[in-house]
């Protein structure tokens, strides 16, 4: 499964990319106007640092405006994928843009019906939203659990990837991994949450001080 970072904060993305962590990122409007600034500057850094595939999106909501954004952030690195919302311009839009060799992402998914149109569209990428579903007592997981056994069926044609978002902690993550999602996007918050385990904290706090006792009576030695 691919893991990609659900934000546009370049200390975060450049921190876990340097662990190699990272495959991908997806941004929105919301997550560039938390950073604040000139978003521009924001999406050209984040496609230089990341290899993988970048979701920017677009903010129009008619197919003609959504073209137009699309093939400017496109222009910000080959590895744009143009990010539109699941609305039937979006798809109008999805189709054009892919038609011409242009990755697309669709967006603010939330039923199977929705991610089985926008791979029809010729989405690389379907976005459904888990947590929010979960906010409104919706099981999300069951929702890639619907998407995952009906692209099952298409493989040979279909290649629309499944990319599991609005991730809110790290059973999310497992959950999504055994359904055998395609991609996972993780706000930095989670994947900082994947990383510890207080057994491991402890772990290397007690070599730490067994090391500190062998060197108290030796202590030129070195590793
Ligand atoms: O990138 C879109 C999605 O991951 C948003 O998540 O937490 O705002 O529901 P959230």
Same mark, same amino acid.
């Given at each position: 499964m691919k893991i990609f970072l659900d934000?546009?904060?370049l200390e975060s993305i450049r921190k876990f990319n340097d662990m190699g962590l990272l495959d991908g990122i997806t941004t929105n409007p919301s997550l560039?106007?938390?950073e604040g600034g000139n978003p521009k500057d924001a999406m050209e850094e984040i496609t230089k640092?990341?290899?993988g595939d970048v979701s920017l999106e677009v903010v129009s909501t008619e197919y003609s405006g959504m073209i137009e954004e699309g093939k400017r952030l496109r222009?910000?690195?080959e590895n744009v994928v143009v990010k539109v919302p699941m609305t039937p311009d979006g798809l109008k839009a999805c189709k054009s843009l892919s038609s011409e060799g242009i990755p697309v992402n669709v967006t603010l998914i939330f039923s199977a019906n929705q991610a089985l149109l926008a791979a029809k569209s010729g989405a690389k990428y379907v976005s459904p939203f888990i947590g929010r579903l979960d906010d409104i007592g919706q099981n999300g997981? $069951?929702?890639i659990k619907e998407i995952k056994e009906?692209? $099952?069926h298409y493989k040979d044609t279909l290649k629309t990837q499944i990319l599991v978002a609005s991730v809110r902690?790290?059973?999310h993550v497992i959950d999504a991994a055994k359904i055998g999602a395609d991609v996972v996007t993780l706000p930095p918050a989670v994947l900082d949450?994947?990383?510890q385990h207080p057994l491991t904290k402890i772990g290397l706090e007690n070599f730490l001080a067994d090391w500190d006792k062998l060197k108290s009576g030796n202590p030129d030695i070195k590793i």
């Open positions: 934000t546009a904060n560039m106007s938390k640092i990341i290899r222009q910000y690195g997981m $069951e929702l009906i692209f $099952e902690h790290p059973l949450k994947m990383l």
